[in-house]
């Protein structure tokens, strides 16, 4: 594909566009009377024009009926996660019986980590990536204390080489292989959050696996965003949040990811709840925890019905864009993008350092692009004139064109004003 700085030229890549129905879709925040260009889809995704219908039917439904909604509401809450399944394993590439909706992204790393971090004397060792987001970092620094282990000794970080912004899988294989037997498990993020680094999952599970540890991922930046093949890359297990992606609303529900080599295992420890309770006797509400032989049987409580609607409306969603369509439009877009980058740096002289790889194979649809100096004049003076983008401390502006509702123009608007700035 060859790309032109011309708008004509993205205003026929819109036209041509098979996705660009789907804009319309969706509500777009407005600045000055116009329609933003929002690139933090990576941060909070846009809402669904479809989502209040979704969640009003259950409020309805609760409003008739009380109770009884958990068997008669037009979708029964009883069972209502039972319909996340289907859609999310083709989005993160599982089984059916791998895969459960529940509570929030950090309560269920904390929970899965309970599962697959179960350090010994001799095996206790986290290995993750530096700079892994912040809400991770905890977590791993106090599961290493709850069993009483020094975090400064236990979490090992693999760190980009002098000079460098992203990780060598060379160096993370290293790293795995250097600690060898007292590993217990790997987490990585999917894609890195500050770089938007995509890391190679297959490799670095494999690496795991060959010194006897688990593998483990956070999907946040990953999951609706990049291809997956969990199940075929073996990895033991990973969960992700809805709402950046996925656009299922502020706080919205997670999910986890279990191989079923371990979620068919009931007697792999967790912590229990009763919504995680065998199916066919759970109300008899007798002692003793029989755990569903999927990864249903990680649940805790009963279904967060109104925050699953918003999941729902989204997810529909990406049904009907097609998961295929959507990488293929994303790499278009991020293509198109990292192109406009290069124009301006050839124009005005290297002045954005784009620290995300180029490979299209080793990023998502994030850019990370680090601005020397005067970084964050320009990301105030983008926000003025209507560009929604995210500031990371010291010196990085973080955007993300996402293939449902960004288009090429609002790319090639994003480097007019850029163009604008750096004339000024
Ligand atoms: C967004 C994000 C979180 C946020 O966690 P919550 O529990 O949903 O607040 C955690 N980890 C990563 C890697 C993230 O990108």
């Known amino acids: 594909m060859s790309f032109q700085n011309i708008s004509e030229s993205a205003k026929k890549l819109d036209e041509q566009d098979p996705l660009k129905e789907f804009r319309g879709k969706f509500f777009i925040p407005q600045h000055q009377g116009k329609d933003c260009i929002y690139f933090t889809g990576?941060?909070?995704?846009?809402?669904?024009?479809?989502?209040?219908?979704?969640?009003?039917?259950?409020?309805?439904?609760?409003a008739q009926m009380g109770v009884e909604g958990h068997f008669h509401a037009k979708n029964p809450w009883m069972p209502y996660h039972e319909i996340f399944p289907k859609q999310l394993s083709k989005i993160v590439g599982c089984k059916e019986n791998e895969v459960v909706v529940m509570n929030s992204l950090t309560v269920n790393l904390h929970l899965l980590m309970v599962s697959f971090y179960r350090p010994t004397k001799n095996r206790h060792k986290i290995i993750c990536e530096a700079k892994a987001f912040p809400s991770d970092q905890y977590a791993l620094e106090t599961q290493a204390k709850h069993h009483g282990f020094d975090p400064a000794a236990a979490v090992i970080e693999v760190s980009p080489r002098e000079g460098e912004y992203v990780l060598r899988i060379e160096?993370?294989?290293?790293?795995?292989?250097?600690?060898?037997?007292?590993?217990?498990?790997?987490?990585?993020?999917?894609?890195?959050?500050?770089?938007?680094?995509?890391?190679?999952?297959?490799?670095i599970t494999k690496a795991a696996h060959a010194v006897g540890a688990f593998a483990g991922f956070d999907l946040a930046h990953a999951a609706g965003n990049v291809d997956l093949h969990l199940h075929d890359w073996d990895v033991d297990f990973a969960c992700w949040c809805s709402y950046k992606y996925m656009n299922s609303g502020p706080g919205g529900v997670s999910g986890i990811y279990i191989h079923e080599k371990h979620a068919s295992d009931t007697s792999v420890p967790r912590f229990a709840g009763w919504w995680g309770y065998t199916k066919e006797t759970r109300f008899k509400m007798e002692k003793g925890f029989?755990?569903?032989?999927?990864?249903?049987?990680?649940?805790?409580?009963?279904?967060?019905v109104l925050s699953m609607a918003a999941h729902k409306a989204s997810l529909d969603i990406f049904d009907e864009a097609g998961i295929g369509r959507l990488h293929e439009k994303r790499k278009l877009l991020s293509g198109y993008l990292h192109y406009i980058l290069r124009e301006i740096n050839s124009e005005f002289g290297n002045v954005i350092h784009v620290i995300t790889p180029a490979d299209e194979n080793e990023r998502g649809c994030q850019v990370s692009m680090l601005v020397e100096n005067k970084g964050k004049e320009m990301?105030?003076?983008?926000?003025?004139?209507?560009?929604?983008?995210?500031?990371?401390?010291?010196?990085?502006?973080?955007?993300?064109?996402?293939?449902?509702?960004?288009?090429?123009?609002?790319?090639?608007?994003?480097?007019?004003?850029?163009?604008?700035?750096?004339?000024?």
């Open 42 to 62: 990576n941060s909070l995704g846009l809402q669904p024009r479809s989502t209040s219908q979704y969640v009003q039917q259950e409020l309805d439904d609760w």
């Open 171 to 203: 160096d993370i294989v290293a790293t795995i292989k250097e600690h060898g037997d007292s590993v217990a498990v790997v987490l990585f993020g999917g894609v890195n959050y500050y770089t938007g680094q995509l890391f190679d999952m297959k490799s």
């Open 290 to 304: 029989h755990a569903i032989p999927t990864a249903e049987g990680w649940q805790l409580s009963n279904a967060p």
């Open 379 to 424: 990301f105030e003076e983008l926000t003025k004139q209507g560009v929604v983008a995210d500031w990371r401390e010291p010196n990085v502006i973080r955007i993300a064109p996402v293939p449902l509702y960004n288009t090429f123009e609002d790319i090639w608007r994003f480097g007019n004003i850029i163009e604008s700035i750096l004339k000024k």
